[in-house]
């Protein structure tokens, strides 16, 4: 994993922000076009968001370092390695629906890629060994970055994430010994542990995003 070069590439989006305020710009536009569920305090809105923003694409680099250190230590290496990459490389070399996208609005759009695809790697390991890879739920931040970006792009880029998943993770990768090894890793109060560090981005940051209860009661 080349993390100096995404903590590099984050620095200077940052640097770029703080020069031409131009996520600042689109998130003030936007406030009034949120979707209903995004909740926000009533004070310093545009600057929370702002705040989720940075924090949200920060967090990458350390989620894909954190990622692959439990894949090797849980001698999963060779199935998750490649994944990764994937996600680092929506970073390095975003793909061609990005063209025109830059500084923290550019990277706002990859980090979504890349914490998507964490997110879809968990869901497969749910699914197969009744527990996540990474004890990390960022459902809740994922869906505001996916109101903030906007639904039909954040749409394509779910697209683009279900592409890079599929062949990565067939059924085959998960009867392997060392996968079902790590199973009972998975149990394992210490690896849960090892995660508590990372509270939920969302609340963290005081954005919130309230479901329509009206849906679940139908």
Not at 137 to 151: F, K, M, P, R, S
Request: charged share 20%; proline share 5%; net charge negative.
């Amino acid at each position: 994993m080349n993390i100096p070069a995404l903590h590099a590439l984050i620095q200077r989006a940052q640097q770029h922000e703080a020069s031409t305020g131009q996520l600042a710009k689109q998130m003030r536009s936007h406030l009034n076009q949120l979707h209903p569920s995004i909740r926000l305090p009533s004070t310093d809105t545009d600057g929370v968001l702002l705040r989720f923003v940075s924090a949200y694409i920060g967090q990458v680099p350390e989620l894909l370092q954190a990622a692959h250190q439990v894949a090797q230590e849980a001698g999963i290496e060779a199935q998750i390695k490649p994944v990764l990459t994937v996600a680092e490389q929506f970073f390095l070399q975003p793909p061609a629906l990005m063209a025109g996208h830059e500084g923290l609005e550019g990277l706002l759009d990859e980090a979504y890629l890349a914490h998507r695809l964490v997110e879809e790697v968990n869901d497969r390991y749910i699914t197969h060994l009744g527990a996540p890879l990474i004890p990390l739920d960022t459902t809740v931040a994922n869906l505001i970055a996916h109101q903030l970006i906007g639904e039909a792009f954040a749409n394509q880029l779910d697209e683009a994430v279900q592409h890079a998943v599929e062949g990565l993770l067939d059924n085959a990768s998960f009867t392997q010994d060392s996968v079902l090894a790590y199973r009972e890793r998975l149990q394992n109060p210490q690896t849960e542990a090892a995660w508590r560090r990372w509270p939920c981005l969302s609340r963290q940051l005081g954005v919130e995003l309230q479901l329509d209860e009206s849906r679940s009661e139908g």
